[in-house]
């Protein structure tokens, strides 16, 4: 007389093959070695400003931007950018660029503003993964930049970080 296998018998008979033939592998990742380290990065947040700025020179003024001194959540953090300009077809607003200077893509946010509009100001949340530098630049409808900058402490779970 057969014995005939119960389905609880082949889950387990399964999940235990599973289980030996995954078992190897953490010992032949460790065993390949590198080829080539990878490139360091000089700056990604540099690169970004230089993009934006080209030959311009970036002046303080104009623009407000509102962040929490210390945001206890850094996957939401509220930021509020303000810029002191008329809104009209002569003098306007053009862009206004977020960055965060630590994040792997330092460009998080842009917006563009037309002089319908009627006032220059966005608000939005980012991820901050670390304590770092949010700057807002604020591109006018002549070429010129002006920027604000603020520091946000990202805490770990409300402990400080």
């Known amino acids: ?94 862009t206004i660029y977020v960055f965060a200077d630590k994040n792997p893509t330092p460009e998080v946010a842009v917006f563009h503003l037309t002089p319908a509009m009627g006032r220059a100001s966005a608000d939005t949340r980012i991820r901050l993964g670390q304590t770092q530098d949010v700057i807002a630049i604020a591109e006018m409808n002549d070429g010129s930049l002006f920027m604000a900058r603020a520091e946000v402490k990202v805490t770990i779970g409300g402990c400080g970080g």
Request: charged share 15%; hydrophobic share 50%.
């Open 1 to 94: 007389m057969a014995i005939q296998p119960t389905r609880r018998s082949m889950l387990a008979l399964a999940a235990g093959g599973i289980a030996v033939s995954l078992a190897p592998l953490p010992a032949a990742a460790q065993l390949a070695a590198p080829t080539q380290a990878a490139p360091i990065q000089a700056a990604p947040i540099q690169a970004a400003l230089d993009r934006i700025r080209g030959t311009r020179a970036l002046r303080e003024g104009r623009v407000t931007l509102r962040a929490p001194n210390i945001a206890e959540n850094g996957n939401t953090v509220p930021l509020n950018i303000s810029v002191e300009s008329p809104m009209t077809a002569a003098d306007h607003v053009k």
